[in-house]
């Protein structure tokens, strides 16, 4: 099945650039080009993407908000957001997390990392290495937001314990490890975990797990 890739990005030449690349691959399709956030957002409906490809830095609306618009439509759930920075802002890359992007990459990626990124993040995972986790990530979402958020009752005694090793940047190999049980049933709670919280993949869990307080910033794995 191809997965469909949506270009965001105020860059013509880099769109470009990207649309040759991915276009390059058998196992995806570049479905549109947008310049601005508002352009993202539309065509994430009418092109019908999987996977848009976001920059942060766009003329009138922002990667963010048109993140947080792609996220919050109903219309769009099975579509996952990766965001592209250049790093200059943590602060705008977690903004991003925040709003429902599934990871992000710097511009200067390699081809072949690029295209594995949108490859995993069109497959429901994330892309958030443990150092990112443990270093951008952790500094900015436990920074004050207005309050923590509030734990679910729902949440067993285990899927907090795993959803506080997943906000520590550990894989599920690494969880089932620590935990002594198979990495089958850690995906298991994982997936349960991020059903009760409204996550919609693995990187919405990791904010989850800053913003209740499940895991703070020096938290040691």
Known sequence: MTVRVLLADDQALLRATFRLLIDSDEGLEVVGEAATGQEAVAL????????????????????????????????????????????????????????????????????????????????????????ATTSLIGRFLAQPQRGHRELP??????????????????????IAQQLVISTATAKTHINRAMMKVGARDRAQLVVFAYETGLVTPGTPQ
């Open 153 to 174: 009752v729902e949440l067993t005694a285990r899927e907090r314990e795993i959803t506080t090793l997943v906000g520590r940047g550990m894989s599920n190999a690494e």
């Open 44 to 131: 994430a409906r009418d092109a019908r993407a999987d996977v848009v490809l976001m920059d942060i830095r766009m003329p009138g609306m922002d990667g963010i908000e048109a993140t947080r618009r792609i996220t919050a439509d109903e219309d769009l759930a099975g579509v996952r957001v990766l965001v592209l920075t250049t790093f200059e802002t943590d602060e705008l890359v977690v903004a991003a997390l925040r709003a429902g992007a599934s990871g992000f990459l710097g511009k200067g990626v390699d081809p072949e990392d690029l295209l594995q990124a949108v490859r995993t993040v069109a497959a429901g995972e994330s892309l958030l290495s443990p150092a």
